[in-house]
T-cell receptor
Framework: GENVEQHPSTLSVQEGDSAVIKCTYSDSASNYFPWYKQELGKRPQLIID?????GEKKDQRIAVTLNKTAKHFSLHITETQPEDSAVYFCAASLPGFQKLVFGTGTRLLVSP | AAGVIQSPRHLIKEKRETATLKCYPI?????VYWYQQGPGQDPQFLIS???????DKGSIPDRFSAQQFSDYHSELNMSSLELGDSALYFC??????????????FGPGTRLTVL
């Protein structure tokens, strides 16, 4: 089955810096790659996603890139703010409303 | 916009008791997913339903069962509860008919504590 690896497990940056989180997946048939932000005790919140027919997607300060050949995708956050502090999960899914397989999460800490 | 509704939000049970968690998906979404998240862990897929039929099954113990009803709400039934069942249980809603998109939106979760 699909396996998703995520790095780093923790990331500390200064406010205003950029943050990059990387994920790799194992099943080349996966076609949907969402990113979720989760604050302590709260629900995972979908912040951006990318489909396999697109190489890059941007939404204000966040962007996601996908390299299908290498089977990896990355989340980029620019101009980080303290409210960006949370755990970020990447995930992958096969076609057809399949389950999400999550990475192990990255705890991002943005210091003022 | 309407979101996924889960009830109860918190549940405390004793070992060997039973628990029922409920999920009301976003209107027009025809797929419901259940995930279990332990402390410091990523969400783990349990089971999913598409149009009221079980569509996939993950690492769900035999002590757990689930179903989706005619109004599309889903219930996760958990019996013979064990200490290790203490976790956050999320329901996610997705699968807008006809689009093929797999966006999944999570409910607020039920925090189950087994004593």
């Amino acid at each position: 089955g699909e396996n998703v690896e995520q790095h780093p497990s923790t990331l500390s940056v200064q406010e205003g810096d950029s943050a990059v989180i990387k994920c790799t997946y194992s099943d080349s048939a996966s076609n949907y790659f969402p990113w979720y932000k989760q604050e302590l005790g709260k629900r995972p919140q979908l912040i951006i996603d990318i489909r396999s027919n697109v190489g890059e997607k941007k939404d204000q300060r966040i962007a996601v890139t996908l390299n299908k050949t290498a089977k990896h995708f990355s989340l980029h956050i620019t101009e980080t703010q303290p409210e960006d502090s949370a755990v970020y999960f990447c995930a992958a899914s096969l076609p057809g409303f399949q389950k999400l397989v999550f990475g192990t999460g990255t705890r991002l800490l943005v210091s003022p | 916009a309407a979101g996924v509704i889960q009830s109860p939000r918190h549940l405390i049970k004793e070992k060997r008791e039973t628990a029922t968690l409920k999920c009301y998906p976003i209107p027009r979404h025809d797929t419901v997913y259940w995930y279990q998240q332990g402390p410091g862990q990523d969400p783990q897929f349990l089971i999913s339903f598409y149009e009221k039929m079980q569509s996939d099954k993950g690492s769900i113990p035999d002590r757990f069962s689930a179903q989706q009803f005619s109004d599309y709400h889903s219930e996760l039934n958990m019996s013979s509860l064990e200490l290790g069942d203490s976790a956050l249980y999320f329901c996610a809603s997705g699968g807008i008919a006809g689009t093929g998109y797999n966006e999944q939106f999570f409910g607020p979760g039920t925090r189950l504590t087994v004593l």
